[in-house]
């Protein structure tokens, strides 16, 4: 059974900071999305990472996969209050069902 | 509009009752998820369907909670008498297809069982 953990859960940094939010995952698996929910708003898809090796950025944003060792990771350049939100991994598994980690709650202090 | 949409968006249901939800998926995907969101929490997976039918039903949290859809389109989503840890955001998103292709979320109905 596949299991998604992101770490940390909650992260509060300031701004002009640099971070990094964890996604591992227990499974072989190579289809990992990347999702941002604002409090009380539905989930927006950040980044869609499909092989080993995998980089996108858009912003001050960037996601990496590594499916050698199941890990993804969210780097935040610069951080602005703007990217305050939950971030949530997501992992496809053998049946095309996501399963998704708890979530980061990330807070960017002024 | 060109997004998933639902309805409604928030329900107060009183502990019992059955509540049904609906989901438009965006036009032309032919993948349908639903999911479960309590307060303060990651996403649970309730349901899929691919067209019209639903490969893998295991998500559903008791058999009080059905799902169909029709037309490759719309789906709803129906629990019955409704219990208070029901209390949750019910998500629906769509996709292209199953395997790579990207979700795309709906806004959600907020459920509150009283």
């Known amino acids: 059974e596949l299991k998604v953990e992101q770490n940390p859960l909650f992260l509060s940094m300031q701004e002009g900071k640099n971070y990094t939010i964890y996604c591992n995952y227990s499974t072989t698996s190579d289809r990992l999305y990347w999702y941002r929910q604002d409090p009380g708003k539905s989930l927006e898809s950040l980044f869609v990472l499909l092989s080993n090796g995998a980089v996108k950025q858009e912003g001050r944003l960037m996601a990496s996969l590594d499916t050698k060792a199941r890990l993804s990771t969210l780097h935040i350049t610069a951080a602005v209050h703007d990217l305050s939100a939950t971030y949530f991994c997501?992992?496809?598994?053998?049946?095309?069902?996501?399963?998704w980690g708890a979530g980061t709650k990330l807070i960017i202090k002024p | 509009g060109a997004g998933v949409s639902q309805s409604p968006s928030n329900k107060v249901t009183e502990k019992g009752k059955d509540v049904e939800l609906r989901c438009d998926p965006i036009?032309?995907?032919?993948?349908l998820y639903w999911y479960r969101q309590r307060l303060g929490q990651g996403l649970e997976f309730l349901i899929y369907f691919q067209g019209n039918s639903a490969p893998d039903k295991s998500g559903l949290p008791s058999d009080r909670f059905s799902a169909e859809r029709t037309g490759e389109s719309v789906s709803t989503l129906t629990i019955q008498r409704t219990q208070q840890e029901d209390s949750a955001v019910y998500l629906c998103?769509?996709?292209?297809?199953?395997?790579?292709?990207?979700?795309?979320f709906g806004p959600g109905t907020r459920l509150t069982v009283t």
């Open positions: 036009s032309g995907h032919t993948a």
């Open positions: 998103a769509s996709s292209a297809g199953t395997g790579s292709s990207r979700q795309y």
């Open positions: 997501a992992v496809m598994d053998s049946n095309y069902q996501l399963i």
